[in-house]
């Protein structure tokens, strides 16, 4: 094993203990947080941008700033409404099935993590590295990454090379 190796088990069992830490309703409605956050933030950016302050001169400052407030907000929200739900699961017993659960989201978000890494290295020259080469887990992993490059642009899925 390699320090690829390392890393790659490293990100998945940060990713698998958090997942177990926070459970599996708070790890689900923190993701539909930031679901919903952008979409908040999208359909209603243009909206809110009158109430910027002219401060912000350009409109396109403005609708940026509008767009980060929506975005942070409807984050905060959703975190609070996680975090109440989370507590409630905890309270009523069943607190070892959410963080089995938890654990288990946190496995297949790591997983998508290390896959995304690998597909972001493979536009790099980090796969012909003898650390990477000669890892245990590179291979299978490249195949993975090589599978899922036809769901990324044509002019970027060209430049995946391993």
């Known amino acids: 094993m390699t320090a690829f190796d390392y890393v790659v088990l490293a990100i ?13 309703v708070y790890e689900l409605l ?12 999208r359909l209603f950016a243009s909206e809110i941008t009158r109430y ?13 700033v509008a767009y980060a407030c929506l975005f942070i907000g409807t984050l905060i929200v959703s975190g609070i409404v996680a975090w109440s739900l989370s507590k409630l699961i905890k309270f009523v017993g069943l607190g070892l ?31 012909q ?12 992993l490249q195949s ?13 899925a060209k430049k995946v090379t391993y």
């Open 12 to 24: 998945i069992g940060v990713s698998v203990g958090l997942g177990w830490w926070r459970g599996f």
């Open 30 to 41: 923190s993701l539909l947080g930031w679901a919903a956050a952008y979409f908040v933030a």
């Open 52 to 64: 910027v302050p002219d401060v912000v001169a350009s409109d396109v400052a403005k609708t940026a």
């Open 97 to 127: 099935m959410d963080g089995m659960m938890g654990a288990l989201f946190g496995l297949l978000r790591g997983m998508l993590l290390v896959l995304i890494l690998v597909l972001l290295a493979g536009l790099t020259g980090l796969p």
């Open 129 to 140: 590295q003898p650390f990477w080469r000669d890892a245990w887990s590179s291979r299978s």
């Open 144 to 156: 993975a990454a090589l599978f899922t490059k036809y769901f990324l642009p044509e002019n970027v």
